[in-house]
Each structure stands twice: as structure tokens, then as C-alpha cells.
């Protein structure tokens, strides 16, 4: 399949996923519009205009995901979207329904919209693994797949707002799909991580730069995996270039809890105030190695965790984050 000139858009292009992605894109020939939240940002736009084709094939747009004739105005033209933008906020938020809810399921809704106006021949929606867990009803002896998804109710009565609103944006896109024809594929990543091309910190990043300063907080719901930057942005691209692609794919290296990360983490660098957590931090969560078999089937490699940690703190020294 020839990429030359295919134009694709991409939404939520300067964030960690979006960055990576972006530059895997202009690398195999595609042209991309690229979605910014403020033009005039240099911490959004600078990292992706020094990418490698950018001069020639990178075309930014601002947009507001619940504006939908900004929407449009990016997607126009384009024959797949990867849809990435949503916010990430997995501390406390003040007003879930303005801050996470509202931009996830109806900035989903316009981008899927725009993208059946523009006649678009398939989009890539990135939801979670937070569209996967926290869910306590699912069998204790069965390891979590595509089939499983977030309980909205305890989401609900826990106030696991970011959960809940990856829940609702994708089974929103499901339900959009099957409603109007649209061609629509989902990825759902872990904890993703690695080394940064976007200059600011994603909440993951942010979690392993908080456990490298002594943090102890466990993530109890929002952890089943890491997984590198890269090999996001490949599921992305080969979920949207293979036909034979439907539905969900996991996208984590392995299934494990947040306990064993940082178990690795403090292996890897002793000189580091990582704290001694307990080993089972994801109560009731089988571990897997190979889990993303959908991913796998279609011919990706994942990096391993002690990969994804070393070149994670590596990314977070050379940005000047720790030294």
C-alpha cells in the first residue's frame, strides 16, 4: 500500500502518543494534519515542526474539540483520522462533567462526524486500558482482554472520572459506527512511556518521574501495563493500513500490576528514592506476557518493560526533569 501522499489527520498531535505518531506518519510518506489546541503555543507546535517531512507534509490546525466547524476544518481533505484527543487528568478534578466527560464523548462525537462528512475511509480511536479496568465483576480466574470493559457504576461511586470518561467516548464511537457505517478501529494502550518527543510531560510520564521522587501512590485503577511510546504509535498505524483489523486491541507489553514496575524501576536505578510497594498493587489482576495478541497477529514487537524504564528516565534526564 502506497502512504505517498495519503493525507491522514491526527488530533491531539503535540501530546506524548500524538508526537510519536506524527513522526512515524511523515516517515512513511503520509501527509498529516495535525490538530493543536493553541497555534501560537511553541510547546505544542515546535517539537512537530522540527519532525523530519514536516516542512513539506505537516499542515497544523487549532482546534477545540466542541467546536465542531474547527473540527471539520482539520479533517476536511483527509482519507483516516487517528483520533487522540482527550484530556488525561487522573488526579483530583474539580467539574469531571467540563473537564474530562464533555470533551472525550462529545469531542468524539464531532470528530467521528466530521470525519463521515469528509468521507474518510476509516478512523483510529485511541481509548485505554481505563475503558478496560477498574472492573470488579469480571472473572477472577480469566485474564482481562478486549472483551472486558470498566465498570461505569463503580467508576460512577469512586469518582474515577478519567476511566469513565474514556468508557463513555468509546462506546459512544461504537455506537456511532454501527449507527451511521463508519469504519472504526480502537487501541486501547497501558501506561505509556519511553523516550518524549512532545516537550511536556503525559500523565504517565509524570507517574514515573513522581515514583523516581519517592511517590507512593499505587494507581490501584488505573494501571494494567506499560507500554513504549513507539510501539503505540505502530498499533495506531497498522491497525489503520490492515483491512483485516475490527475492534478493540489491547496495547500493553505485558499485563502487569503497578508492583512490579516499580519493582523494576528500583532495580534499574538503586540511586533513585523509589519506594518498596507491595507487589500485588491491581487487586484481582492476572498478570499475562503476551496479552496483546490482536497487536501481535498483526506484526507488532513490543519493547519490554526494562526498555520502557531505562529509556523513560533517560528521556526525563535529558529534558532536564531529574539529573
Request: proline residues 5%.
Amino acid at each position: 500500500m502506497s502512504t505517498e501522499r495519503e493525507v491522514v489527520c491526527v488530533t491531539g498531535a503535540s501530546g506524548g502518543i500524538g508526537s510519536w505518531l506524527v513522526h512515524l506518519l511523515l516517515q512513511r510518506g503520509y501527509s498529516v494534519h495535525a490538530t493543536v489546541k493553541n497555534l501560537q503555543d511553541e510547546k505544542e507546535t515546535k517539537h512537530l515542526e522540527a519532525l523530519e517531512g514536516a516542512a513539506t507534509r505537516l499542515h497544523l490546525f487549532e482546534m477545540d474539540l466542541l467546536q465542531y466547524d474547527t473540527v471539520s476544518a482539520a479533517v476536511k481533505g483527509c482519507s483516516g483520522v487517528f483520533h487522540l484527543a482527550s484530556p488525561c487528568i487522573v488526579d483530583e478534578v474539580q467539574d469531571p462533567q467540563k473537564q474530562l466527560l464533555d470533551p472525550a464523548v462529545k469531542g468524539t462525537i464531532n470528530v467521528l462526524t466530521a470525519a463521515k462528512e469528509a468521507g474518510v475511509k476509516r478512523v483510529v480511536v485511541t481509548s485505554s486500558i481505563s475503558a478496560i479496568t477498574p472492573s470488579p465483576n469480571w472473572p477472577a480466574d480469566k485474564i482481562k482482554n478486549e472483551e472486558c470493559w470498566a465498570d461505569q457504576d463503580y467508576c460512577n461511586q469512586n469518582g474515577l472520572w478519567y476511566p469513565l470518561s474514556k468508557t463513555l467516548a468509546e462506546k459512544a464511537a461504537w455506537e456511532f459506527a454501527e449507527e451511521k457505517g463508519l469504519d472504526v478501529v480502537v487501541v486501547n494502550p497501558g501506561t505509556v512511556m519511553g523516550p518524549m518527543i512532545s516537550p511536556s510531560l503525559n500523565a504517565s510520564m509524570l507517574m514515573l518521574l513522581r515514583l523516581l521522587q519517592g511517590c507512593t501512590e499505587t494507581y490501584e485503577n488505573f494501571f494494567m501495563g506499560s507500554v513504549h511510546f513507539k510501539d503505540v504509535a505502530l498499533a495506531h498505524i497498522l491497525v489503520y493500513e490492515n483491512p483485516s483489523a475490527k475492534g478493540r486491541h489491547l496495547c500493553v507489553e505485558a499485563i502487569s500490576h503497578y508492583g512490579d514496575f516499580v519493582a523494576k524501576v528500583a532495580d534499574l536505578y538503586p540511586n533513585y528514592n523509589v519506594p518498596k510497594l507491595p507487589r500485588e498493587t491491581q487487586p484481582g489482576l492476572l498478570r499475562a506476557k503476551n496479552a496483546a495478541t490482536k497487536l501481535m497477529e498483526l506484526g507488532l514487537e513490543f519493547r519490554c518493560m526494562d526498555e520502557i524504564i531505562k529509556e523513560g528516565v533517560e528521556s526525563l534526564k535529558s529534558k532536564g526533569f531529574i539529573s
